[in-house]
């Protein structure tokens, strides 16, 4: 498969759709693409409590429910990496 909107898999180097992205931008395809391990929700509420330690954790859990792209978990992965990211720096 070539045309517009299909790149090399990262994983396999097969030319097909994009599916998603991986963390780092590079195109992966369908049959390649495995969602990260663990609660994104979870995750993102430690995130922002790790740099927040005074703060009510429930309240970060409301707060983090409230903005998630809840029902699609790769936006949510990709919200945690973006603040992963941004505290790395």
Avoid: H
Wanted: hydrophobic share 40%; aromatic share 6%; with cysteine.
């Amino acid at each position: 498969m070539s045309g517009p909107g299909c790149d090399v898999c990262v994983e396999c180097s097969r030319s097909s759709r994009v599916y998603p992205r991986t963390r780092t931008g590079e195109a992966i395809c369908r049959s390649c693409w495995r969602l990260p391990e663990g609660d994104p929700v979870a995750l993102i509420t430690t995130a922002v409590t790790s740099v927040t330690p005074d703060a009510d954790p429930a309240a970060v859990l409301r707060g983090v429910e409230s903005i998630a792209p809840v029902g699609n978990l790769y936006l949510m992965f990709r919200l945690l990496w973006e603040i992963e990211d941004t505290l790395a720096c």
